[in-house]
């Protein structure tokens, strides 16, 4: 089995840091990864192994195209900082992360066991913010 540690990233934008949740895009539908609504131009990676087969626009979920994944240019390990980022344009109320293995010829044995998501809330930021899991107050 593969290790792969990877930081999902979100950027929420054209929102101020004082929003209530009324200002949330709120909706129970996925936000397009599947669909591609959301465009291989927002998805953006730390590295990739090859942008043509595995590169950020290859993260999408149920799809098997070319190497069937992202895949970073080097292997991971505990002390890697790989990222997939996505952005979403505007602001909304997250409420599921969906991921999925690399299919492998059948083996799906390449997938994340771990993974940090971090989100930022206006795109000319560089301040990121690690969520927690609001019961535990861990990282999640």
């Known amino acids: 089995m593969s290790l792969i ?3 999902f990233i979100f950027i929420l934008s054209n929102a101020s840091s004082n929003i209530i949740l009324s200002d949330y895009e709120q909706c129970n539908a ?3 990864m599947e669909s591609g609504s959301i465009s291989d131009s927002d998805l953006t990676s730390s590295s990739t ?3 043509s087969s595995v590169g950020p626009q290859m993260a999408r979920i ?6 069937g994944a992202w895949c970073p240019d080097k292997p991971i390990g505990p002390k890697s900082y790989e990222y997939i980022q996505i ?3 505007k602001l909304y ?3 599921a992360i969906e991921t999925q ?4 010829n059948g083996q799906g044995n390449e997938f994340a066991e771990y993974y940090q998501v971090q989100y930022q809330r206006e795109n000319n930021s560089s301040h990121w913010i690690n969520y927690y899991e609001k019961k535990t107050n861990k990282t999640v």
């Open 5 to 7: 540690y990877a930081i």
């Open 30 to 32: 996925p936000l397009g």
């Open 49 to 51: 192994h090859d942008m």
């Open 62 to 67: 149920r799809i098997e195209l070319e190497g």
């Open 87 to 89: 952005e979403l344009h």
């Open 93 to 95: 109320f997250i409420n």
């Open 101 to 104: 293995g690399r299919f492998d």
